[in-house]
T-cell receptor, first 118, second 115 residues
C-alpha cells in the first residue's frame, strides 16, 4: 500500500529564513514517482517537481531544493531565503509505476501549511 | 493559461440534488482524473479515466458518482444525490500525452457547497 506522511502540520518562520518541509513515503513498488505541489491561498494546485525512484540526484531550482533519499524513504523540500509569497500549503505526493493500460493515481500527504512572516 | 478549465468555479446545491462538474482539457490528452479536497484536508483520489473508460476508482467513488466524456472533449463528474459531506473542492487533472507516471496538472477546482 502507498502512504505519504508529512509530519509537520504547520510551520511558521520569519522571512529570509531557510525552511525544510519533511516527507516520508511508503510503497512496495520498486518503480515509483514522487512529487511536490504547492497550494496557495487561492486554492489551485501548482506542480513543483517530480522525481523518479531510480534517480536519487538532488535538484535545485532557484531558492527551492529537494533531497531524495531512498535509504530513509524521504523526499524533503527546502526553501532558502523564504519570502512571504512562499506562504502556502505544500503537499508531497507519490504514484506507483504502471503499465500502459492504466492511469496512475497520485496519493497525497496531508500537507504542511507554511507561513512566512515579514 | 491553465492546463484544464473547470466549470463552474463555485456551485451551491441543495442536499439530494444532482450536480455536474465539468472539465475541459486544453489539448488532447487521454488520461484524466478527479480528486476531492474537503476543506482543510488532504487531496483525495476519486477516479481515473483512460481511453473513455474508468481505469481505477477509490472507495469514495460509490454509486452516486459517475464520470463520462460525452463529446470527446468535456470530462464530467456527476453526483446523483448530493449529501452534506460532498461539500468539497473538486479538482480535475490530466497527465501528459504519455499518460503514465508523469505529474498531474490540475484545474483551478470547483468548490461545491451542499446545503
Amino acid at each position: 500500500a502507498q502512504k505519504v506522511t508529512q509530519a509537520q502540520t504547520e510551520i511558521s518562520v520569519v522571512e529570509k529564513e531557510d525552511v525544510t518541509l519533511d516527507c516520508v513515503y511508503e510503497t512496495r513498488d520498486t518503480t515509483y514517482y514522487l512529487f511536490w505541489y504547492k497550494q496557495p491561498p487561492s486554492g489551485e494546485l501548482v506542480f513543483l517537481i517530480r522525481r523518479n525512484s531510480f534517480d536519487e540526484q538532488n535538484e535545485i531550482s532557484g531558492r527551492y531544493s529537494w533531497n531524495f533519499q531512498k535509504s530513509t524513504s524521504s523526499f524533503n523540500f527546502t526553501i532558502t531565503a523564504s519570502q512571504v509569497v512562499d506562504s502556502a500549503v505544500y503537499f508531497c505526493a507519490l504514484s506507483e509505476g504502471r503499465s500502459s493500460s492504466s492511469a496512475s493515481k497520485i496519493i497525497f500527504g496531508s500537507g504542511t501549511r507554511l507561513s512566512i512572516r515579514p | 493559461e491553465p492546463e484544464v478549465t473547470q466549470t463552474p468555479s463555485h456551485q451551491v446545491t441543495q442536499m439530494g440534488q444532482e450536480v455536474i462538474l465539468r472539465c475541459v482539457p486544453i489539448s488532447n490528452h487521454l488520461y484524466f482524473y478527479w480528486y476531492r479536497q474537503i476543506l482543510g484536508q488532504k487531496v483525495e483520489f476519486l477516479v481515473s479515466f483512460y481511453n473513455n473508460e474508468i481505469s481505477e476508482k477509490s472507495e469514495i467513488f460509490d454509486d452516486q458518482f459517475s464520470v463520462e466524456r460525452p463529446d470527446g472533449s468535456n470530462f464530467t463528474l456527476k453526483i446523483r444525490s448530493t449529501k452534506l459531506e460532498d461539500s468539497a473542492m473538486y479538482f480535475c487533472a490530466r497527465t501528459g500525452r504519455a499518460g503514465l507516471n508523469t505529474e498531474a496538472f490540475f484545474g483551478q477546482g470547483t468548490r461545491l457547497t451542499v446545503v
